[in-house]
């Protein structure tokens, strides 16, 4: 299994970014995939899910409720996060993330590496 994150950057308040999330080593389309974020100085927060299929399912944190929107190609093995609005809070490491236990733990499922958004003036 693998999962290769990028799409990470600097962007103002306000801005706008997409993360990209190519997957590899197992029936992508079979499984519900997340996004999954590491703040500085808090602990991992469960951003956003997408089932498995078609992806008809999609789940928020309320707090990117009406700014994030998660979404999946099956043909390009990709899943994205596009992130609209996005605010000084939003800063941190965005893993995409393959059986997410809960709480997250980085010991359990299956992990990227993690691509940095950094939110600022």
């Known amino acids: 299994v693998q999962l290769v994150e990028s799409g990470g950057d600097f962007v103002q308040p306000g801005g706008s970014l997409r993360l990209s999330c190519v997957a590899s080593?197992?029936?992508?389309?079979?499984?519900?995939l997340s996004w999954v974020r590491q703040v500085p100085g808090k602990g991992l927060e469960w951003v956003s899910s997408?089932?498995?299929?078609?992806?008809?399912?999609?789940e928020y944190v309320k707090a990117v409720q009406g700014r994030f929107t998660i979404s999946r190609d099956n043909a390009k093995k990709t899943v994205y996060l596009q992130m609209n609005s996005l605010k000084p809070e939003d800063t941190g490491v965005y893993y995409c993330?393959?059986?997410?236990?809960?709480?997250?733990?980085?010991?359990?499922?299956?992990w990227g590496r993690g691509t940095q958004v950094t939110v600022s003036l």
């Open positions: 080593g197992f029936p992508f389309h079979s499984y519900s």
């Open positions: 997408v089932s498995s299929g078609t992806g008809e399912t999609k």
């Open positions: 993330v393959r059986s997410l236990t809960w709480p997250p733990e980085k010991t359990k499922g299956y």
